[in-house]
Antibody
Framework: QITLKESGPTLVKPTQTLTLTCTFS??????????VGWIRQPPGKALEWLAL???????RYSPSLKRRLTVTKDTSKNQVVLTMTNMDPVDTATYYC?????????????WGQGTLVSVSS | QSALTQPASVSGSPGQSITISCTGT?????????VSWFQQHPGKAPKLMIH???NRPSGVSNRFSGSKSGNTASLTISGLQAEDEADYYC??????????FGTGTKVTVL
């Protein structure tokens, strides 16, 4: 049974760096074809894809946010970490961690419950 | 990368069929058969309903079906039920090896 859970701060100040951790179970990120990614959703707005890391360390980023994002994995801990620099109030959103089984073309079959991050001074 | 275009809202009566469109370009929807559809109830995480344009994951009702023509993908819900009332999002692989989501559609069961 695959599960994912996001953890991190609920409140960050403008210009700070956000660090979110996805802790997962039920699969190995060392298995061929598997990826773990991040998607966010501002309150009342649409989903937005942020980043993803595959089993072979292939990393993908949203073109519009690429300069601010870094995604890394720790296969020994079953964790994936997302960092986003220079946070702004418009980055207030629920951040979801997702499991990707496609190998390269984004098939998000399992989602975490999401964590709401607010950006405010 | 612009979001894929979906109608803001679609409604139907119980038992009817409705179709939600998802329009992109030849660089995303039109160029690849890698379109997914997600259902999201209020306060919940999205749920995968369709992948690879028309494939249903195990456990998803066969009332949900997907198709694509040119740069537009579609999700059809047949035999509309009260529990289908939710927000729906499409997504697609893009030529720049990224992922793009749709603007979202609110489905109302009258």
């Amino acid at each position: 049974q695959i599960t994912l859970k996001e953890s991190g701060p609920t409140l960050v100040k403008p210009t700070q760096t956000l660090t979110l951790t996805c802790t997962f179970s039920g699969f190995l990120l060392s298995t061929s074809g598997v990826g773990v990614g991040w998607i966010r959703q501002p309150p009342g707005k649409a989903l937005e894809w942020l980043a993803l890391i595959y089993w072979n360390d292939d990393k993908r980023y949203s073109p519009s946010l690429k300069r601010r994002l870094t995604v890394t994995k720790d296969t020994s801990k079953n964790q994936v970490v997302l960092t986003m620099t220079n946070m702004d109030p418009v980055d207030t959103a629920t951040y979801y961690c997702v499991h990707d089984i496609s190998g390269w073309y984004y098939l998000f079959d399992y989602w975490g419950q999401g964590t709401l991050v607010s950006v405010s001074s | 990368q612009s979001a894929l275009t979906q109608p803001a809202s679609v409604s139907g009566s119980p038992g009817q069929s409705i179709t939600i469109s998802c329009t992109g370009t030849s660089s995303d929807v039109g160029g690849y058969n890698y379109v997914s559809w997600f259902q999201q109830h209020p306060g919940k995480a999205p749920k995968l309903m369709i992948h690879d344009v028309s494939n249903r994951p195990s456990g998803v009702s066969n009332r949900f079906s997907g198709s694509k023509s040119g740069n537009t993908a579609s999700l059809t819900i047949s035999g509309l039920q009260a529990e289908d009332e939710a927000d729906y999002y499409c997504s697609s692989y893009t030529r720049s090896s990224a992922c793009v989501f749709g603007t979202g559609t609110k489905v109302t069961v009258l």
